[in-house]
């Protein structure tokens, strides 16, 4: 028995692909699922189902078209991270980039509540789409010439710090794709930074303190902005046994062991990456440097 929905998307990729070469098609992979819920009724439509469906099949078919033709993709991605991964919207806001220039197709199609299509998503199925996004982005040779490309790659180092391993993980790759000098060298420590199996020799093995053997100095800058994001992910993620309480302190603990030898000023850092989600919320009470401030002489009060 034929199934309409596969029918359907046979359809609109046998037409899309003719598109493709001039990136007009593009666009057409990214509303398909808003066309396929108004046509069927969203109550017959697996919206996210179809959603990652079109993004595996981007990245698997259609890398270098998206590439070539990257606006409607960057704004696709962009208006997917401030809709479903809220803690990203001071992003747009510090960047003055709050009000994106989406194309009206692509403005209507990520306005999910007023289209009734997806109300609300699970924190689950948003970092699943958001490993999709990153996969997608990851195979993009040239990203320093994507559109956007500079808030594009701050959104990725947000990202690294986000508590699930596989979009952190994903997250890295696109960073590392900017083959930035002062991280070429460290690549390699930094994806041990988020393997179950390699984190706890890594952190003994890869010296963080000023005076270590494992770091240039003139990569420090640079470098540990990466990894202090990655490894906030790590105290914040929840991992197999890892997510009993015993092991997430251990976990902790072993972090900040490994930052025992950083400077106050690069601790202060490590500090303002977890108050990423409240930067409204400050912005209207207490700074965020003050209040990261209040926070490390408590934790030094605590020590004594």
Excluded at 15 to 42: K, N, V
Excluded at 141 to 153: F, H, M, V
Excluded at 234 to 262: E, H
Excluded at 267 to 272: E, G, H, K, N, T
Aim: aromatic share 8%; charged share 25%.
């Amino acid at each position: 028995m034929e199934c309409p929905s596969l029918a359907r998307l046979d359809r609109v990729l046998d037409a899309d692909f003719t598109l493709f070469a001039d990136g007009a098609g593009i666009g057409a992979y990214l509303r398909y699922a808003a066309i396929a819920a108004d046509a069927q009724g969203s109550e017959r439509v697996d919206y996210n189902n179809v959603y990652k469906q079109l993004l595996k099949m981007l990245a698997d078919t259609g890398a270098r078209a998206a590439e070539t033709n990257s606006k409607p993709v960057v704004l696709s991605f962009m208006a997917f991270a401030k809709h479903d991964l809220g803690w990203t919207a001071s992003l747009f806001r510090n960047k003055e980039d709050e009000a994106l220039e989406l194309d009206a197709d692509l403005a209507g199609f990520y306005s999910e509540q007023d289209r009734g299509l997806v109300t609300s998503r699970s924190r689950r199925t948003a970092d699943a789409l958001s490993v999709l996004w990153l996969g997608l982005f990851a195979k993009f040779r040239n990203p320093g010439a994507l559109y956007k490309s500079e808030t594009l790659y701050s959104l990725f180092q947000r990202l690294l710090s986000r508590g699930d391993t596989s979009v952190q993980r994903q997250a890295l790759d696109c960073v590392l794709a900017w083959r930035e000098p002062d991280l070429v060298p460290y690549a390699d420590n930094l994806r041990n930074l988020v393997d179950d199996k390699r984190f706890r020799d890594e952190l003994k093995t890869f010296n963080l303190a000023v005076d270590g053997e494992s770091i240039n100095s003139v990569h420090r800058d640079r470098l540990l902005p990466v990894a202090f994001r990655l490894l906030h992910g790590q105290m914040v993620a929840r991992l197999g046994k890892s997510s009993r309480k015993d092991g997430m302190k251990t976990r902790r603990m072993a972090i900040f062991n490994a930052m025992a030898g950083i400077t106050p000023a690069e601790l202060r850092s490590f500090v303002f990456i977890g108050l990423d989600a409240f930067d409204e919320v400050l912005a209207a009470a207490t700074p965020k440097e003050r209040l990261a401030d209040e926070l490390l002489s408590l934790s030094a009060g605590d020590a004594t």
